[in-house]
T-cell receptor
Framework: GENVEQHPSTLSVQEGDSAVIKCTYSDSASNYFPWYKQELGKRPQLIIDIRSNVGEKKDQRIAVTLNKTAKHFSLHITETQPEDSAVYFCAASTAGNQFYFGTGTSLTVIP | DAGVIQSPRHEVTEMGQEVTLRCKPISGHNSLFWYRQTMMRGLELLIYFNNNVPIDDSGMPEDRFSAKMPNASFSTLKIQPSEPRDSAVYFC????????????FGPGTRLTVT
């Protein structure tokens, strides 16, 4: 089955700096890659996703890049703000709709 | 739409008792997922259904765990008997099969087994 690895497990940045979280996957058939944000005590919520026919997608301060050849994808958050502090999960999915989640990255933005 | 609904939101029970968690997916969604989240193991998929049929239950930890989806608008996850190591947050999520799409998570049930 699919194996998704996520790094780093924790990340601290100064407010205004950028944050990058990286994930790798093993199954070349995976074609959908969502990113979820989970604030403390709350449910995971989708913040951005990318499909395998696209190399990059951007939504305001958030962007995701995908390298199918290398089987890795990354989340980029620019101009970080304290409210970006949360746990971020990447996931990979094949033609079926089962998600394989990474182990999560705890991001702390220091004011 | 009210989103995915889970009940109860919190459950505290004694070891050996039966626990039933409930989920109502978003209307029109035909895939439903049960996850367990702990600090040690992160977010684990327990089982998922497509069109009310269980597709993959390989994540169900033991025979003490069972899940049903009798119709498109309701699913249960049962633990019998419960053990302290079952303490976790259990999330239900739903999505549409029609296209690759996000899974919408419910608010979760925080289970504590003493």
């Amino acid at each position: 089955g699919e194996n998704v690895e996520q790094h780093p497990s924790t990340l601290s940045v100064q407010e205004g700096d950028s944050a990058v979280i990286k994930c790798t996957y093993s199954d070349s058939a995976s074609n959908y890659f969502p990113w979820y944000k989970q604030e403390l005590g709350k449910r995971p919520q989708l913040i951005i996703d990318i499909r395998s026919n696209v190399g990059e997608k951007k939504d305001q301060r958030i962007a995701v890049t995908l390298n199918k050849t290398a089987k890795h994808f990354s989340l980029h958050i620019t101009e970080t703000q304290p409210e970006d502090s949360a746990v971020y999960f990447c996931a990979a999915s094949t033609a079926g709709n089962q998600f394989y989640f990474g182990t999560g990255t705890s991001l702390t933005v220091i004011p | 739409d009210a989103g995915v609904i889970q009940s109860p939101r919190h459950e505290v029970t004694e070891m050996g008792q039966e626990v039933t968690l409930r989920c109502k997916p978003i209307s029109g969604h035909n895939s439903l997922f049960w996850y367990r989240q702990t600090m040690m193991r992160g977010l684990e998929l327990l089982i998922y259904f497509n069109n009310n049929v269980p597709i993959d239950d390989s994540g169900m930890p033991e025979d003490r765990f069972s899940a049903k989806m009798p119709n498109a608008s309701f699913s249960t996850l049962k633990i019998q008997p419960s053990e302290p190591r079952d303490s976790a947050v259990y999330f239900c999520a739903s999505s549409s099969l029609a296209r690759m799409s996000e899974q919408y998570f419910g608010p979760g049930t925080r289970l504590t087994v003493t």
